[in-house]
């Protein structure tokens, strides 16, 4: 079986273009690799599939030889209707973002800002520090002053320890 080579490079460029263009932080260029990549993946679809064939409608007991496989048409299809409804949610989210701020880049978080910045201080944040203990065993609820014995699946633990002889 012969493959086109002209469609899997095609396919590969797309694809390439499209993970380039998505990890840009302008909506717009987002948009233009999202559909870069449902395009190549159309193309590897269908590079996929084979040859063209005879269609792959067959009497009873008729000869099947020479028939193309519906399945990848059929994924070509259902790439199509997911990157339409992908395309227009991203268009719509670009437009609103536009209206907004009369820009379509995506600025980064206010949290992720912070969480970078304790992270390099090495700082444990206060959400993890009020859901974890000292005390080994402890069921992190949070609550003060609650030590080993006050978590139920270490004492469940303890129990079936002693059970077991030595």
Same mark, same amino acid.
């Given at each position: 079986?012969?493959?086109?080579?002209? #469609?899997?490079?095609?396919?590969?460029?797309?694809?390439?273009?499209?993970?380039?263009?998505?990890?840009?932080?302008? #909506?717009? @260029?987002? %948009?233009?690799? #999202?559909?870069?990549?449902?395009?190549?993946?159309?193309?590897?679809? %269908?590079?996929?599939?084979? @040859?063209?064939?005879?269609?792959? $409608? !067959?009497?009873?007991?008729?000869?099947?030889?020479?028939?193309?496989?519906?399945?990848?048409?059929?994924?070509? #299809?259902?790439?199509?209707?997911?990157?339409?409804?992908?395309?227009?949610?991203?268009?719509?989210?670009?437009?609103?973002?536009?209206?907004?701020?009369?820009? /379509? /880049? !995506?600025?980064?978080?206010?949290?992720? &800002?912070? $969480?970078?910045?304790?992270?390099?201080? &090495?700082?444990?944040?206060?959400?993890?520090?009020?859901?974890?203990?000292?005390?080994?065993?402890? /069921?992190?609820?949070? /609550?003060?002053?609650?030590?080993?014995? &006050?978590?139920?699946?270490?004492?469940?633990?303890?129990?079936?320890?002693?059970?077991?002889?030595?």
């Amino acid at each position: 079986m012969s493959v086109n080579l002209t #469609l899997v490079l095609t396919s590969s460029v797309l694809l390439g273009c499209g993970v380039y263009l998505v990890l840009e932080r302008s #909506l717009t @260029r987002v %948009l233009l690799g #999202l559909v870069m990549i449902g395009n190549g993946v159309s193309i590897a679809f %269908l590079v996929a599939g084979g @040859r063209a064939g005879r269609a792959p $409608i !067959v009497e009873k007991g008729g000869d099947t030889s020479g028939l193309s496989d519906p399945l990848p048409q059929a994924m070509v #299809l259902t790439a199509i209707v997911i990157m339409l409804a992908t395309t227009a949610f991203v268009l719509a989210m670009a437009y609103r973002s536009w209206q907004l701020n009369g820009h /379509d /880049d !995506v600025q980064d978080d206010v949290e992720d &800002d912070m $969480i970078r910045h304790l992270a390099s201080r &090495d700082v444990t944040s206060e959400a993890y520090a009020a859901t974890t203990s000292d005390f080994p065993g402890d /069921d992190s609820s949070g /609550d003060p002053g609650e030590g080993p014995d &006050d978590d139920p699946l270490a004492a469940d633990e303890a129990e079936i320890n002693q059970e077991r002889p030595s």
